[in-house]
């Protein structure tokens, strides 16, 4: 049984970074994608962006792109979601989420099977 966990979150200062990481237990994410998906107070979770099994292949979206980076490692293990440029709208509990690599969907949540507890970030103006 595949178990994923976030960690990395923090306070940060609007212009700063942060970088989270995604650590897979009990299997690895060789046959998983991987997607990072948030959720500020009173809305809804929403897609931020995802890797492809192969992790090769990503997507973002729109607000995020060219300020976020998703990376895995070699040993499929771990993935990362770099965060530049920072903005008090991406204050936001983070949550990474694997979904076997046969789903249709890296975006949509309710592809994603395996969730990890989440992790607070707090960009400050």
């Known amino acids: 049984q595949l178990q994923v966990a976030e960690s990395g979150g923090g306070l940060v200062q609007s212009g700063g970074s942060l970088k989270l990481s995604c650590v897979a237990s009990g299997r690895t994410f060789s046959s998983y994608h991987v997607g990072w998906f948030r959720q500020a107070p009173g809305k809804e979770r929403e897609f931020v962006g995802s890797i492809d099994y192969t992790g090769y292949g990503a997507l973002y979206q729109d607000s995020v792109k060219g300020r976020f980076t998703i990376s895995k490692d070699n040993a499929k293990t771990t993935v990362f979601l770099q965060m530049n440029n920072l903005k008090p709208e991406d204050t936001a509990v983070y949550y990474c989420?694997?979904?076997?690599?046969?789903?249709?969907?890296?975006?949509?949540?309710?592809?994603?099977?395996?969730w990890g507890q989440g992790t607070q970030v707090t960009v400050s103006a």
């Open positions: 989420a694997a979904a076997l690599w046969s789903v249709n969907s890296r975006t949509d949540s309710r592809d994603f099977e395996y």
